[in-house]
């Protein structure tokens, strides 16, 4: 089972709305980070908080904007999507500063679909 | 520049048969390497990682990796592959201090009876 824990599992929106996706993680890492996946696709990086700060955005949209609230939880904060970013959105963790910091963890992700 | 090649899309295997999925980078320093599956509709789990040390590291459910530093490789096998094991595979590369993972295009494992 995944330490990482991803809220709602299906959302689906339309292009006027607001709304967020939610994401803990119990093994106390200090990095977090949202990927997007495409079908059929590999996960493409968006963003990386690393201690509570933003340290990574690839050049994401703004109508995506991230929020860390503290060292286990992340927001993806949703406004004024596209259809074209239905997408699964996966949140990770990992530990940096070990040996292993490189090793990344998935949750189950969210299914987001926009009309 | 990172890289990662998994020069096959898609590999059909008979159950019981072994099993070995491809995959080439290009780091630039001393590569960290892991081996995710998804199944359809989940998140990413992690199989097993290779860091530096042994070149054949053991993962979860069977895995296998070997490290070739000389051709660029890290292939995953299993001996005897189970129904179960249908999924996406992906292969990944990074390095020490470095957040930002990258992903091969992924292998689409399919098991016949």
């Known amino acids: 089972d995944t330490e990482v824990t991803q809220t709602p599992k299906h959302l689906v929106m339309g292009m006027t709305n607001k709304k967020s996706l939610k994401c803990e993680q119990h093994?106390?890492?200090?990095?977090m980070y949202w990927y997007k996946q495409k079908a059929k696709k590999p996960p493409e990086l968006m963003f990386v908080?690393?201690?509570?700060?933003?340290?990574i955005n690839e050049s994401v949209p703004s109508r995506f904007s991230p929020e860390c609230p503290n060292s286990s939880l992340l927001n993806l904060h949703l406004h004024a999507l596209q259809p074209e970013d239905s997408a699964l959105y996966l949140c990770?963790?990992?530990?940096?500063?070990?040996?292993?910091?490189?090793?990344?963890?998935f949750g189950e992700g969210s299914w987001l679909t926009v009309v | 520049a990172q890289s990662v090649t998994q020069p096959d899309i898609h590999i059909t295997v008979s159950e019981g048969a072994s099993l070995e999925l491809r995959c080439n980078y290009s780091?630039?320093?001393?590569?960290?390497l892991f081996w995710y599956v998804q199944s359809p509709g989940q998140g990413l789990q992690l199989l097993l990682k290779?860091?530096?040390?042994?070149?054949l590291v053991q993962g979860i459910k069977g895995f296998e990796a070997e490290f070739k530093r000389s051709q660029s490789s890290f292939n995953l096998r299993k001996p005897s592959v189970h129904w179960s094991d249908a999924a996406e595979y992906f292969c990944?590369?990074?390095?020490?201090?470095?957040?930002?993972?990258?992903f091969g295009t992924g292998t689409r494992l399919t098991i016949i009876p």
């Open positions: 990770a963790s990992s530990q940096p500063g070990t040996v292993s910091g490189n090793t990344i963890y």
């Open positions: 093994m106390g890492h200090r990095a």
């Open positions: 908080y690393s201690y509570e700060k933003l340290s």
């Open positions: 780091y630039g320093a001393t590569p960290y």
């Open positions: 290779y860091f530096s040390g042994d070149t």
């Open positions: 990944a590369v990074g390095g020490r201090g470095n957040e930002k993972l990258t």
